[in-house]
């Protein structure tokens, strides 16, 4: 018994261990990825959506992409779906209680529309309605999701190409070396952080004889969406809503588009119906988002908008855990 008291303090301390990590970490990634895109005058908001976006869903691309490849496919549905729902209720959440969240015309009509896209691709890819097999996902779906990442890429850099003077006022200036190490560093830290965290969670949960599904959607979601919590919170304390609100729309783009088409490709896998209900309340989310920029003030996540969000984020935790009891 004290053996096992002590490796969960192990345990403990591991993951302590790596939310420090993760906070450094998002420091000096903002601050790198701020620097960034003033020194070649491109928005925040694009370096938001693509370099943060990315660095922050590296955890999720390395869990998932694993535990394709170990036939966990729970895991993988549930980081990627609950990651999302993380990403949109909780983190958007606080956020936007701790400063209403200014949200640009492209996301609005654009990357809002596309991630909510997104959600209604797979749900239509998981019922297979041209194969007689159901709830299967096959590689060249994967295939398709990829190329859909493909395209999103490409309107980004169009978009990068045109944009010319938009860059955010008072951003801490770095130098070229400076700027490269805060941005490796930080991403480095946040990967590092992330990966502690999650692992010694879902030791600590299998312990306790929770199943794959619900450690996929809560513990594991939670744990790879933490840079993208430190990061958005971070960047709304330095007033770089921009950053904060491309990091968490960018994330879920990503997570679909990308992460899950990765992990199809690497291991064809079935589609569990249970996550429906999952699937469903991130869609819903996500019109209430796009629906939220025209109400209050036009193109701002309110505060009560936020709180909105985060009530119901605690509501979907709490029916995830009764229903496993």
């Known amino acids: 018994m004290p053996e096992l008291l002590l490796l969960m303090l ?40 693509t370099v943060v976006a990315f660095g922050t869903s590296a955890p999720e691309l390395a869990v998932s992409a694993f535990a394709s490849f170990s036939d966990h496919q729970e895991i993988v549905f549930g980081n990627v779906i609950g990651s999302n729902n993380f990403n949109l209720f909780l983190i958007l959440g606080i956020a936007g209680l701790i400063a209403p969240l200014v949200v640009q015309s492209n996301t609005v009509w654009k990357e809002i529309p596309l991630s909510l896209l997104a959600v209604i691709i797979v749900f239509f890819m998981s019922y297979n309605v041209f194969s007689n097999e159901a709830h299967f996902l096959y590689r060249y779906e994967g295939f398709v999701l990829l190329g859909l990442f493909a395209a999103f890429m490409i309107r980004i850099y169009v978009q990068l190409k045109s944009e010319q003077n938009d860059q955010a006022q008072g951003t801490k200036q770095l130098n070229g070396v400076k700027m490269t190490v805060f941005i490796v560093a930080g991403l480095a830290a946040l990967v590092g952080g992330g990966k502690l965290v999650v692992n010694n969670a879902i030791v600590l949960a299998s312990d306790m004889g929770v199943s794959e599904k619900i450690i996929g959607l809560t513990i594991v979601a939670a744990g790879t969406s933490l840079p993208e919590l430190v990061t958005s919170v971070v960047a709304v304390l330095k007033k770089n809503n921009d950053i904060a609100v491309g990091n968490v729309i960018g994330s879920n783009i990503f997570n679909i588009f990308f992460i899950l088409a990765i992990s199809i490709i690497i291991r064809p896998m079935p589609y569990d119906a249970r996550f429906n209900v999952d699937l469903l309340l991130l869609a819903g989310g996500t019109m209430f988002l796009f629906v939220a920029m025209f109400t209050g003030q036009k193109k701002k996540l309110d505060r009560w908008e936020a709180a909105v969000l985060l009530v119901t984020f605690i509501m979907y935790t709490l029916y995830l855990i009764l229903g496993e009891v």
């Open 10 to 49: 192990i345990q403990v301390f591991l993951m302590i261990l790596g939310f420090a990590l993760l906070v450094f970490g998002a420091n000096w990634f903002v601050d790198g990825a701020s620097s960034l895109a003033a020194k070649y005058n491109v928005s925040n908001l694009t370096i938001g959506l």
